[in-house]
């Protein structure tokens, strides 16, 4: 007998009858004999509705009660998904994060997970019943509902996987798994079979949507058995494992990141450390700083956040200049590191094109581009076919 953790995508839950499907596949591997717990997303762009609701009241909604307000959400789909299972005899619960006691920080659409208290979902499945966690939710110490961030309840799968010492986790959505390019940018993209949980977690920082990156750390420090599968097929998908344990390639796959801006921050010598204090101590994802005098600084944002990012560098700053449509692209792999033809073979793709590059960023596993929105196909087409990424 396994434990097994499955965790649906909204796309897979958009309807009623795509729950009942899935709720079918639930039920055949629980009369196998096997334990499942199931985690829950909202059904289809349910959380994008609800973001939009808020948007008609205010722009600025308290964080607080778009916490409250998303994790509706999840409640949905995961009474819906026990519904099903009791009606194909499985008997089964649904759970919030708050009642299966997901522990988090107190950082309102962006918490984390601190521990899992889990003495519910430890009785249920005692007691022969099968679990459904609603995803990308929990509770705070002072007791307030959280969000973990877009995309979240891949993390929910990943840290109840830890907690339950489950045998595997399996994260379904309506993708086969985990590609060398986008897809949607090459439709010669190759399913990756295997990749280790350092290049996975790059990937989902650069920009492939298929796992939340926090998932990916929890499963690298526990050692879960992550897999990246689909809800509408049969394939194996992406299994996500040490580096031990595969192959080495020098570039696994290029993810792509777009929306973005680069602003330069100009401030007097004296004040950058005052200025990199202020950037840390907000609440900014900043994806890439590039120092280019001892006076500016260049930081890449989401296009969206450039408001916040400015208004929280006023005092620190002299001057900006902020261009928009920027993107970055990068290559991963074991090689981009310690194989001098993959810098190449990128140089002379982007000469090839004139393409802008505003800055380069390098580090064992990742070499990233900083570009312009309308060279981001080009360059990861030719670089997919230097790197044999597709066909
Ligand atoms: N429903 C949430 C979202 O759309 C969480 C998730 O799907 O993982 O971001
Ligand atoms: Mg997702």
Redesign the pocket.
Known sequence: MALIIKKF??TSLATPSLIMHLAKRVAAEVKSGNKVVVVV??MGK???ELISMAKQITNQPEEREMDML?TA??RISMSLFSMSLNFLNVKAYSFTGSQVGIITTEEHTNAKILSVKGERLLSALNEGITPIIA??QGVSGSKEVTTLG?????TTAVALAAFLKADLCEIYSDVDGVFTIDPRINSGARLINQISYEEMLIMAHMGSKVL?PRSVEIAERYNIRLAVKPSFNEGDGTMITNAENIESVSVRGISTRQNLALVNLKTPDSNIVSLMKKLNSSNLNIELFITKTSEIISVVVEQDKVNDLLSCTEDACTSVSINNDIAIVSFIGTGVSTDKDVLGKILSITEKYSADVFGFFTDKLVLSIVTKQPYVEKISNEAAKAFQLIG
């Open positions: 995508g909204g997303s909202a349910t959380t994008n998303l959400g999840e995803g990308f877009r995309g979240g309840s891949d939340h």
